[in-house]
């Protein structure tokens, strides 16, 4: 029986992850829960099905609502509570917080040695060698669905036999637009993702396609790849979740219809496989799988984080706090569409190189919030 701890519990990966564990009771005990308190109402109705120990809330007012809810419920409380969850004795912490607050909870299960199942990407991108160095072998199981692609197609052959990483996109909802055409989308189109129903930020940087950015540095820091050896390539079925090339010539692919129960099933069992977890290819049906190469001209975004990877150090944390800003911007109505990427690279070209000699969880910091405030007043100029 595996206690597991669910970061970021009311969000898509969390609400998900709690359909896995549901369907294998016998497998999994959750201990302990933690929200930013957005839906205090479906915390409380997961707690009274659950009955973790602890229940975690960031915002004080909701907490209160869930204290009230949920008597002789423990609730721990503030902008720390995720960190100081997922330090507690358990065998998987799954953190699906979004956005750079997911940094700390990351160092914190690291750090505890406890078993890490990374949903939030940004943690990895903006820590970098912060957290590769806190992590034993091992000890992060990638559950976006192409690192969890590429965990699984890796195991085919030796590290020294990896020639390239294949990292595939869906394209967003924009695909084949050109870059006119993209000024004028609204933040309700970018929303209406093709073929994944994520979060508001996952799935506005789907369509920008810096949520592949952040992908492609993400790769680069969980497989020792070099930068030059990942490459991007547009797949509108989402299909194939990502490949692995090897140096013969062979490459592996991981296939299964869109679903994000799979990665978070085996982000909560790895290295085992869970059974009824979601539906397979159907081979009896014709199908098509299409690939293209991804068109940088007009979405400029992949190649711009992978200028940020390469540059290291506070780069990535400089490139993920500016988009987050201007991702809010965007659905304010306070930035077109184009401006999002815009705006980035700019705070990017003045800020990225700033990197301090050793970079620290307080440079991390210090970084996320000077390209905030750059990506503000950027914002406020245009």
Known sequence: MRRIVILGSTGSIGTQAIEVIGRHRDRFTVVGLAAGGANPELLIEQARALRPVVVAVSDAEAADRVAEALPGQEIWVGPDAASE????????????????????????????????????????????????????????????????????????????????????????????????????????????????????????????LVNKGLELIEAALLFGIDFADIEVVVHPQSVVHSMVEFRDGSTIAQCSPPDMKLPIALGLSWPERLGDVATACDWRSAATWTFEPLDAEVFPAVELARRAGIIGGIAPAVFNAANEVCVDAFCAGDLEFSGIVEVVADVLAAHGNESPATVSVASVLSADATARQAASERIKER
């Open 85 to 208: 969850l997922a330090a507690i004795d358990c065998d998987v912490v799954l953190n699906g917080i979004t956005g750079a607050a997911g940094l700390g909870p990351t160092l914190a299960t690291l750090h505890a040695g406890t078993t890490l199942a990374l949903a939030n990407k940004e943690s990895l991108v903006i820590g970098g060698r912060l957290v590769t160095d806190a992590a034993a072998p091992g000890q992060i199981v990638p559950v976006d669905s192409e690192h969890s692609a590429f965990a699984q197609a890796l195991r085919s052959g030796r590290a020294e036999e990896v020639q390239r990483l294949i990292l595939t996109a869906s394209g967003g909802p924009f695909r084949g637009f050109t870059a006119e055409q993209l000024r004028t989308v609204t933040p309700q189109q970018a929303l209406a993702h093709p073929t994944w129903n994520m979060g508001r930020v996952v799935t506005i940087n789907s369509a920008t």
